[in-house]
Nanobody
Framework: QVQLVESGGGLVQAGGSLRLSCAAS????????MGWFRQAPGKEREFVAR????????YYADSVKGRFTISRDNAKNTVYLQMNRLNSEDTAVYYC????????????WGQGTQVTVSA
Protein backbone atom coordinates (compact mmCIF):
# COMPACT_ATOMS: atom_id res chain seq x y z
CA GLN A 1 0.00 0.00 0.00
CA VAL A 2 1.14 3.52 -0.79
CA GLN A 3 0.18 6.37 1.51
CA LEU A 4 -0.44 9.75 -0.11
CA VAL A 5 -0.74 13.15 1.52
CA GLU A 6 -1.71 16.23 -0.48
CA SER A 7 -0.99 19.80 0.48
CA GLY A 8 -0.89 23.24 -1.06
CA GLY A 9 -4.55 23.96 -1.66
CA GLY A 10 -6.18 27.22 -0.75
CA LEU A 11 -8.02 30.29 -1.96
CA VAL A 12 -6.65 32.17 -4.96
CA GLN A 13 -7.95 34.86 -7.27
CA ALA A 14 -8.75 34.11 -10.86
CA GLY A 15 -5.61 34.31 -12.96
CA GLY A 16 -3.43 33.30 -10.04
CA SER A 17 -1.32 30.23 -9.37
CA LEU A 18 -1.02 27.43 -6.83
CA ARG A 19 1.27 24.45 -6.48
CA LEU A 20 -0.07 21.25 -5.03
CA SER A 21 2.18 18.62 -3.51
CA CYS A 22 1.60 14.91 -2.98
CA ALA A 23 4.01 13.14 -0.66
CA ALA A 24 4.16 9.38 -1.09
CA SER A 25 5.31 6.85 1.49
CA UNK A 26 5.09 3.13 2.07
CA UNK A 27 5.51 0.80 -0.90
CA UNK A 28 6.61 3.52 -3.30
CA UNK A 29 8.90 1.13 -5.17
CA UNK A 30 5.81 -0.60 -6.49
CA UNK A 31 4.36 2.62 -7.88
CA UNK A 32 4.13 2.96 -11.66
CA UNK A 33 1.99 6.02 -12.29
CA MET A 34 0.95 9.02 -10.22
CA GLY A 35 -2.11 11.02 -11.06
CA TRP A 36 -4.10 14.07 -10.05
CA PHE A 37 -7.87 14.13 -10.10
CA ARG A 38 -10.43 16.69 -9.00
CA GLN A 39 -14.04 16.79 -7.96
CA ALA A 40 -16.13 19.93 -8.06
CA PRO A 41 -19.35 20.29 -6.05
CA GLY A 42 -22.17 18.34 -7.66
CA LYS A 43 -19.88 16.83 -10.29
CA GLU A 44 -18.13 13.54 -10.77
CA ARG A 45 -14.43 13.15 -10.12
CA GLU A 46 -12.40 13.88 -13.23
CA PHE A 47 -8.88 13.20 -14.40
CA VAL A 48 -6.46 16.14 -14.40
CA ALA A 49 -2.94 14.87 -15.08
CA ARG A 50 -0.66 11.88 -14.67
CA UNK A 51 3.02 11.07 -14.82
CA UNK A 52 5.07 7.91 -14.69
CA UNK A 53 6.86 7.29 -11.41
CA UNK A 54 10.17 7.84 -13.18
CA UNK A 55 8.98 11.27 -14.27
CA UNK A 56 8.36 10.38 -17.90
CA UNK A 57 5.32 10.87 -20.12
CA UNK A 58 3.28 13.57 -18.44
CA TYR A 59 -0.28 13.65 -19.75
CA TYR A 60 -3.03 16.21 -19.21
CA ALA A 61 -6.74 16.64 -19.55
CA ASP A 62 -7.62 19.06 -22.32
CA SER A 63 -9.17 21.44 -19.80
CA VAL A 64 -5.83 22.07 -18.08
CA LYS A 65 -3.33 21.55 -20.90
CA GLY A 66 -1.01 24.53 -21.21
CA ARG A 67 -1.91 25.82 -17.73
CA PHE A 68 -1.01 22.95 -15.38
CA THR A 69 2.28 21.09 -15.09
CA ILE A 70 2.81 17.78 -13.32
CA SER A 71 6.28 16.84 -12.09
CA ARG A 72 7.97 14.72 -9.48
CA ASP A 73 10.97 14.90 -7.18
CA ASN A 74 12.62 11.49 -6.92
CA ALA A 75 14.55 12.34 -3.79
CA LYS A 76 11.44 13.46 -1.93
CA ASN A 77 8.98 10.90 -3.33
CA THR A 78 6.75 13.84 -4.08
CA VAL A 79 4.61 14.71 -7.07
CA TYR A 80 3.64 18.29 -7.80
CA LEU A 81 0.90 19.97 -9.75
CA GLN A 82 1.75 23.53 -10.74
CA MET A 83 -1.47 25.31 -11.62
CA ASN A 84 -1.34 28.62 -13.49
CA ARG A 85 -3.99 30.95 -14.90
CA LEU A 86 -6.58 29.49 -12.60
CA ASN A 87 -10.24 30.17 -13.21
CA SER A 88 -13.47 29.47 -11.36
CA GLU A 89 -13.93 26.16 -13.18
CA ASP A 90 -10.79 24.88 -11.47
CA THR A 91 -12.47 25.11 -8.07
CA ALA A 92 -12.59 21.58 -6.69
CA VAL A 93 -11.11 19.14 -4.22
CA TYR A 94 -7.91 17.83 -5.76
CA TYR A 95 -6.83 14.25 -5.12
CA CYS A 96 -3.54 12.53 -5.66
CA UNK A 97 -3.58 8.86 -6.68
CA UNK A 98 -1.09 6.08 -7.30
CA UNK A 99 -1.12 3.05 -9.54
CA UNK A 100 1.05 0.08 -8.61
CA UNK A 101 2.54 -2.88 -10.45
CA UNK A 102 -0.04 -5.43 -11.45
CA UNK A 103 -2.88 -2.95 -11.32
CA UNK A 104 -4.58 -1.21 -14.22
CA UNK A 105 -6.31 1.32 -12.03
CA UNK A 106 -5.38 3.76 -9.30
CA UNK A 107 -5.37 1.84 -6.05
CA UNK A 108 -4.15 4.40 -3.53
CA TRP A 109 -5.71 7.80 -2.93
CA GLY A 110 -4.95 10.79 -0.80
CA GLN A 111 -7.45 12.64 1.35
CA GLY A 112 -7.74 15.60 -1.00
CA THR A 113 -6.96 19.29 -0.79
CA GLN A 114 -9.42 22.09 -1.52
CA VAL A 115 -8.69 24.62 -4.25
CA THR A 116 -11.02 27.60 -4.49
CA VAL A 117 -10.68 30.20 -7.23
CA SER A 118 -12.49 33.47 -6.63
CA ALA A 119 -13.65 35.74 -9.40
Amino acid sequence: QVQLVESGGGLVQAGGSLRLSCAASGRTLSTTVMGWFRQAPGKEREFVARIRWNGERPYYADSVKGRFTISRDNAKNTVYLQMNRLNSEDTAVYYCAAMTYGSDSYDSWGQGTQVTVSA
